[in-house]
């Protein structure tokens, strides 16, 4: 008989398995696609950063294993300016989600966008960029005058 797992457990345990990207792809875009129809793209995104609400990190590189564990693709990234950041995400799981013309990866933005506001205390916006159907970049912008403490 197995032992039952409690929560941290069962997260370690599922972090560790395998992915059927099949079975991830389905629903990613066919089905969250199909429910969430011509809002898709924008209710996706502020589902990553809700998603990132209740799974804070505390710094990049425990976003970027996040990703990897979530199977989101392997997050780097590739230019640090005053006021933005800019990433690409890349993996099979990305690969593979690129062979669909329709495929959007604003809920990893979101997620980005969120966990970085978190870490930063800044307002941060993010938008994922699909580059000729061969790769994936994500841009953070934010404005060091605008706090999250300005928000509340």
Same mark, same amino acid.
């Given at each position: 008989?197995?032992?039952? @797992?409690? *929560?941290? $457990? %069962?997260? #370690?345990? +599922?972090?560790?398995?395998?992915?059927?990207?099949?079975? !991830?792809? @389905?629903? *990613?875009? $066919? %089905?969250? #696609?199909? +429910?969430?129809?011509?809002?898709?793209?924008?209710?996706? !995104?502020?589902?990553?950063?809700?998603?990132?609400?209740?799974?804070?990190?505390?710094?990049?590189?425990?976003?970027?294993?996040?990703?990897?564990?979530?199977?989101?693709?392997?997050?780097?990234?590739?230019?640090?300016?005053?006021?933005?950041?800019?990433?690409?995400?890349?993996?099979?799981?990305?690969?593979?989600?690129?062979?669909?013309?329709?495929?959007?990866?604003?809920?990893?933005?979101?997620?980005?966008?969120?966990?970085?506001?978190?870490?930063?205390?800044?307002?941060?916006?993010?938008?994922?960029?699909?580059?000729?159907?061969?790769?994936?970049?994500?841009?953070?912008?934010?404005?060091?005058?605008?706090?999250?403490?300005?928000?509340?």
């Amino acid at each position: 008989m197995r032992k039952k @797992l409690n *929560r941290e $457990e %069962l997260n #370690t345990e +599922l972090a560790n398995a395998p992915v059927n990207l099949f079975g !991830y792809e @389905l629903v *990613r875009t $066919e %089905l969250l #696609t199909n +429910l969430l129809g011509k809002d898709a793209e924008s209710i996706l !995104y502020w589902a990553g950063k809700e998603l990132a609400r209740n799974h804070p990190l505390t710094s990049n590189e425990e976003v970027a294993r996040f990703f990897e564990q979530a199977s989101f693709g392997t997050l780097i990234c590739i230019k640090e300016k005053r006021s933005f950041h800019t990433y690409t995400l890349t993996g099979k799981i990305v690969d593979l989600r690129l062979t669909n013309k329709q495929a959007v990866f604003s809920l990893e933005a979101g997620f980005l966008a969120e966990q970085m506001q978190q870490i930063t205390g800044l307002y941060t916006e993010a938008f994922a960029e699909v580059i000729k159907n061969k790769e994936v970049v994500i841009t953070l912008k934010w404005d060091k005058k605008d706090t999250i403490d300005d928000l509340e």
